[in-house]
């Protein structure tokens, strides 16, 4: 499947399936694969893999500042799921190095590139490592600047092994935030409750905040800076392109 | 004015102006006319008549429930628009009583009505006997249950002085919340700030919450209770159809 | 009891006797003897009392601006105790005259008197024209500034019927906040959430802040005063003297 | 100054000395000598050494889990005092074994200590492994069942190099509570805003609660176990004892 040409192919035939099933050919067809969860309304996809296979990989990145909701509702959906949480840090060393240096909320005035670097990058890049797949819960109208234009699978080239292909599914790419809630809410999925405080996204506590109506997801997230910016790096290739 | 076939007239043709033109007829056309105000995005009206007007009459319920934070909105709304805010208040004795005997918190058994009654009806019935107009913020798009078809004028015949008629309009009939967020953004209209915190609606603490994604402004209402019922019985014609 | 002299033994005999003894023989000497209970630590002597009797007259003053929390206690100490809970609320006119003309927060600029005039006087006085003696929570380490001196019982001369007698009692006159609260907790009193996140005294919500260690309860009230200022007119007899 | 009977000599010296003197000394007298900063009371340390040299070793232990007003506060101390807070971070893997294994709130089912071993133990030893003395805020009112008798200067056994000596100085073992505060208000030093909120002692965000009144201080931190295990580690020589 590391031939371009057939991932166009196979990338247009999937853009037709429902989540369940790009999910379900995905971890078919990828032995050593794995789901990225964040903690917000990505959790369908842990219910979706959850109904597919008792035995998924799972895991989430711990960048040592989430809400304590966000703690909560972790442990919460690892009890749900009586699944394997696989919970990564970062390095103690570079975190030091940043705060120490620059202070514990140097993003607001840097950027957040750096912190995200440290805190999410980092730890990402190593697991990914050891990964042939992985699945993330993006969507399309998640952010007109940075991800309107998703494919269902892609080639992640930012974290590949040196010589080897490193594949990217994005079941949810063209889902709407509304059929996501309709699933959560039909199947009795648990969520997050910063939802119900007007958290959209939901990212690290100093870099995410509730929004008003009428206000778009994306607004809640480093809202200091440009629209085009707002990744962390997890989702490079969104910006490269 | 009185006539009812006058009025279809005037309300077929009011409903293709803009709230602003609505208002200002309104206004223009009744002597003894106020704003009712709830503390929520119904503000708009209150900016929109100051426009017009240096010299509205506006009146909000305060049942003695309300948020700390509406308290402190309804404040600076005042000395925002500078405006002579009328705060009515609930009869001691039918508020004593009502407490006294059921508790603080009867309306979760009982259903809101008598609370409502006391708290919100009672009083709005003694101001509306000195109005021969009043304004409210209803919005078609608020309740699919109880305000489909929520007319731009219309005859309120549940609070008018007997032998005498009063005129309600709802300039905010037509306007979606999209429209109305788009208003208070690009007017920079200070807003209630629990709406940032999930609320879309917004009544009484206690019977009011804020709601997650996908889910109805209304849903954060009355929660205990059928979608048919939610109205408080300042708007009660609604119902009665 | 009304002679005078008598009213002085009395209360240095009372001085002597726990706050049960005093409470045990308010309530037999007085037919029309009734408790106010403010929502804080003062459930102490709502606790006493309804182990001495299961017919006490207990009212408390909803002033219409309480902390959700005590609105919640209120009742909750109403069902545990299966109380009936008389709950006074303010006049309707002239709580609406004074925030339309000075709005929500007049306190503030003014000074609280007025406010608490409208809001707890103003009940509290036409209760208190029914009865022949009262029962308070008030300690004299509450208040070095206005309440050092008080005695177990006196009388009251600022709400007694002309011509009449009416007899204050404040069984708790000479118990410490330590004992108060060494009986809440060995006696497991329901108490108000409140107390457990920094507030020492509790009053209306605008009107009270949390305080933090080494700080004395009373700088939690009306902070923007002077500290022998702070009383709300219940207990005038105080700043009188 | 290694000599154990010297030591005993110059603790009972220094127990009759001011914070500010012992501190003096110890910066005096200890080349490789750093202050640990816990973000709560122990501020005044920091006040107290900023006023003695402008250069001086402040550390923290950001465990990963701390209060947002914590990292909030940190900052804040940071930039007041124009201080070099070295941030010690735990190790990556040691954090994601124990929270991928046991979730994220295991310390609840097998006590802290374990935890404590990742966030804080750790990442101490390391730091103190580089250091001749270290000063902490250690207060013989803090806990009648560990800290009641911890002298001033005394030989850190559990942390010190092979060989080698570690001297750990508690300059506020005989201050109370009350001396503390005082100091904090007299010398309007900037405090964590969570002791107003009824944080008496701060730890990390899942094991420290507010208190109540006439609560002790250790009541709320890991309020799930016994007063004579409250220790993280980090003060273990008062549990060998």
């Not at 909701?69 to 990564?88: A, F, G, M, S």
């Not at 234009?149 to 080639?155: E, F, S």
């Not at 929004?211 to 490079?236: D, N, V, Y």
Request: net charge neutral.
């Amino acid at each position: 499947m590391t031939n371009k040409i057939d991932l166009v192919d196979l990338d247009s035939k999937l853009q037709q399936e429902p989540p369940q099933a790009i999910l379900e050919q995905a971890l078919s067809q990828n032995q050593n694969i794995a789901l990225s969860f964040s903690g917000a309304e990505d959790v369908v996809l842990v219910d979706m893999a959850s109904k597919i296979s008792a035995d998924i990989q799972v895991f989430c990145l711990d960048t040592g500042r989430l809400h304590r909701e966000t703690y909560e509702y972790l442990e919460k959906v690892r009890q749900h799921y009586d699944l394997t949480l696989e919970i990564l840090f970062p390095e103690a060393e570079a975190v030091s190095k940043l705060v120490s240096e620059k202070g514990l909320f140097s993003f607001y005035n840097d950027n957040h590139q750096e912190c995200c670097g440290v805190r999410k990058v980092g730890p990402l890049r190593k697991k990914l490592l050891q990964l042939d797949a992985w699945v993330t819960g993006q969507r399309r109208d998640q952010s007109p600047g940075t991800r309107a234009a998703i494919p269902v699978v892609q080639l992640d080239r930012s974290f590949a092994r040196p010589g080897a292909t490193l594949l990217k599914y994005n079941p949810l790419a063209n889902w709407s935030s509304q059929q996501v809630w309709g699933y959560i809410r039909s199947h009795n999925v648990p969520y997050n409750p910063l939802h119900d405080r007007g958290f959209a996204s939901i990212g690290c506590a100093p870099c995410t905040k509730s929004i008003g109506p009428g206000q778009h997801e994306r607004e809640g997230r480093w809202w200091w800076e440009e629209a085009t910016k707002k990744e962390c790096g997890l989702h490079a290739t969104n910006i490269d392109k």
